[in-house]
C-alpha cells in the first residue's frame, strides 16, 4: 500500500483549503481511497491514482505526492547490510573469539573463505 498527500497551491472551490488537503491510500490491486482533510470531511474510492490527479488536479494547481516507504527501504538496506557485514567481518574474527562464535551461532551458514 503506497501513502499519498494532495496539496493545493490554489483552493478554486474555496472549501478544502490549500497545502494539504486531503491524504490518500493506493492499494495493491491499484484502487485508490482518499480522505478529505477540510472540515467537510469525506471519503471516495477510485480505480486508480490516476482518476484522483485527472478529478482533483485542477490543471496542476494540485499536486500528488507521495510519502516514501520507509520501512521496506529498511528492510532492503537491512537485508544487503547484514549479508555484507557478516561476510567481511566474520574472516577477519579469531576463530576460537567469542565475537565469532556468537556470529556463527546467529548465522547457521558458515562464512565465505576469500580467495586472495
Same mark, same amino acid.
Given at each position: 500500500?503506497?501513502?499519498?498527500?494532495?496539496?493545493?497551491? *490554489?483552493?478554486?472551490?474555496?472549501?478544502?483549503?490549500? %497545502?494539504?488537503?486531503?491524504?490518500? $491510500?493506493?492499494? &495493491?490491486?491499484? =484502487? /485508490?481511497?482518499?480522505?478529505?482533510?477540510?472540515?467537510?470531511?469525506?471519503?471516495?474510492?477510485?480505480?486508480?491514482?490516476? *482518476?484522483?490527479?485527472?478529478?482533483?488536479?485542477?490543471? %496542476?494547481?494540485?499536486?500528488?505526492? $507521495?510519502?516514501? &516507504?520507509?520501512? =521496506? /527501504?529498511?528492510?532492503?538496506?537491512?537485508?544487503?547490510?547484514?549479508?555484507?557485514?557478516?561476510?567481511?567481518?566474520?574472516?577477519?574474527?579469531?576463530?576460537?573469539?567469542?565475537?565469532?562464535?556468537?556470529?556463527?551461532?546467529?548465522?547457521?551458514?558458515?562464512?565465505?573463505?576469500?580467495?586472495?
Amino acid at each position: 500500500m503506497k501513502v499519498f498527500y494532495l496539496y493545493r497551491a *490554489e483552493d478554486e472551490s474555496g472549501i478544502s483549503g490549500t %497545502g494539504r488537503v486531503a491524504q490518500g $491510500f493506493v492499494a &495493491d490491486n491499484g =484502487r /485508490a481511497a482518499l480522505f478529505w482533510l477540510s472540515e467537510h470531511p469525506s471519503v471516495t474510492v477510485y480505480d486508480s491514482v490516476g *482518476e484522483v490527479q485527472a478529478i482533483h488536479g485542477h490543471s %496542476g494547481k494540485t499536486e500528488l505526492r $507521495f510519502e516514501p &516507504d520507509y520501512k =521496506r /527501504a529498511f528492510n532492503e538496506i537491512k537485508s544487503a547490510l547484514d549479508a555484507s557485514l557478516l561476510d567481511a567481518a566474520v574472516p577477519r574474527l579469531p576463530p576460537e573469539g567469542s565475537a565469532r562464535k556468537m556470529l556463527a551461532a546467529a548465522d547457521p551458514e558458515p562464512p565465505k573463505k576469500s580467495k586472495k
